[in-house]
Structure formats: structure tokens, C-alpha cells
């Protein structure tokens, strides 16, 4: 008999598992809530130095990397990369929670992905195309990183619906939206190009486009959505009482089908 069903047939009083400061669903409302607040603030900021210094850095020509030499813009970017990996470890520690990651690659790509933000923050790129130094090698790997490794952590996580239509919903824009992320990850690579392969042929006809900029913010409100929309399922399942005892209640696609 579980601890539930003693507690409800009164042989025992149910007690709630505190082995860890954020167990029950108070740890996850608190788990989600930090989610979608640094989240939407760091997205919010980086919207913020698209309006406030479009002369320094074009938004939809120049990637937002190269804000990291703009006076006034370098601390505000650096801080706002900081809180959307903090974004990520919250998610991932709500996940891991509600049973969510039971994928080892899940796992993996979704602490990749946080530390290659924490890296894109610390190692500025060089203040030009091509790559000089050592901070501008760690800064391009990392992002070439995260740009991947979040939309296919979702991928990995979803699983055949088996819930009622509010989880296949969910699930289905989760899907919906990894994919259209990758797109624009594809997309953005292809208008780097010319950078990264000036020789190749069709090249100049792509430089030409100078559309890198606004493919890459793209990518980014692409990855919001898959926070805010996994973050904002976990924090409605806390908040109604459902169970997120890792038996499948908080995986939007419910058990393995």
C-alpha cells in the first residue's frame, strides 16, 4: 500500500517528502515562476538594445554577440545571457522533478545548452568576422551549441500523447515550435556563409541578403517560447494539484507510448 493510501484509509498519516528545499508543488510553482521571470526579462532586455541602439548594432544585419562592444549594451547583454541559462537550470530542475527527462541525452543536451549560454556570456566573439582569439573560438562553438541542443532536449523529451487534449496541445506546440527553431538555426547558419566558408559558391549571393541578424533573433524567441511554454504547463499542473510524482503527470506527452 502506498503512503497515500495509508494516510487516506487512516492506518497512517501521509507525509509529504521534503528531502529537497523545492519538493511539492510550492517548489515547482517557485521553479517555473523563476523560469518565466528570467526568462522574459533577459529576452526582454536584449528587445530592449535592439530599440535602444539600433545605430551602434543593426538589429537585423549584426548578430547580438557583438552588443559585447557597444558602450552601454555590453553589461546589460552579458547579465540577460546569465538569467536565460538560469532560465534553463530552473526548467531543467522542474523537469527532472515532474519526471519529464527520463532521457539521459534530454538531460545532457539541456545542461549543454545552459552552460553554452553561461559561455556566449563569459567569452565575448571578436569584434570581427573571422575568429582571432581564443574567447572568440569558445564564444562560436557555444553558440553553434545552444542554437541546437535546447529544441532537440524537447524533441527527446516529448512522448505519444496520452493525456487529455490540454497535453496534446502542448505537446503539439512544443513540437511545432523545436522544429521552427531549427529552421532558423539552419537558416542563420546559412547566413553565416559567407563567413564561414567565403570560398564556397553562391556565397556572395547570400552575404547579400544580410538577414543574419534578425534569422538569429529569431532562434532566440524560438528557444523562449519552448521556456515559457513548458515552464508555463509545470507551473498550471502545480498550481491545479495534480501529481508531479514523476510517473508521467508532468510530461506534457504523458507516459512513453
Known amino acids: ?42 529576452a526582454g532586455t536584449i528587445l530592449y538594445l535592439a530599440f535602444r541602439f539600433p545605430a551602434e548594432l543593426d538589429p537585423v544585419a549584426e548578430a547580438i554577440s557583438y552588443y559585447a562592444y557597444v558602450d552601454g549594451a555590453r553589461v546589460r547583454f552579458t547579465v540577460a545571457l546569465l538569467e536565460m541559462a538560469l532560465a534553463g537550470a530552473a526548467l531543467t530542475l522542474a523537469l527532472l522533478k515532474a519526471g519529464a527527462l527520463r532521457r539521459t541525452s534530454a538531460l545532457v543536451l539541456m545542461n549543454t545548452w545552459c552552460a553554452g549560454v553561461v559561455l556566449v556570456a563569459l567569452f565575448p566573439t571578436d569584434d570581427d568576422p573571422r575568429i582571432l582569439s581564443a574567447s572568440g573560438v569558445i564564444h562560436q562553438v557555444a553558440g553553434a551549441s545552444l542554437f541546437v541542443t535546447l529544441p532537440f532536449a524537447v524533441l527527446l523529451t516529448l512522448r505519444e500523447p496520452s493525456g487529455g487534449p490540454q497535453p496534446r496541445r502542448v505537446a503539439t506546440t512544443l513540437r511545432w515550435a523545436a522544429i521552427t527553431t531549427l529552421a532558423f538555426a539552419l537558416a542563420y547558419l546559412t547566413a553565416r556563409l559567407p563567413d564561414i566558408a567565403p570560398d564556397w559558391s553562391l556565397v556572395s549571393a547570400i552575404g547579400n541578403l544580410a538577414l543574419g541578424g534578425l534569422l538569429q533573433r529569431l532562434l532566440f524567441a524560438g528557444e523562449l517560447v519552448l521556456l515559457l511554454v513548458l515552464a508555463g504547463w509545470l507551473f498550471a499542473v502545480s498550481r491545479s494539484g495534480a501529481p508531479l510524482d514523476g510517473d508521467g503527470a508532468g510530461n506534457p506527452a504523458g507516459r512513453d507510448g
Do not use: C, K, N, Y
Open 1 to 42: 500500500m502506498s503512503r497515500q493510501d495509508r494516510g487516506t484509509s487512516g492506518q497512517e498519516r501521509a507525509v509529504p517528502d521534503r528531502g529537497w528545499v523545492l519538493s511539492g508543488s510550492t517548489g515547482m510553482v517557485l521553479l517555473t515562476s523563476l523560469v518565466i521571470f528570467a526568462s522574459v526579462h533577459g
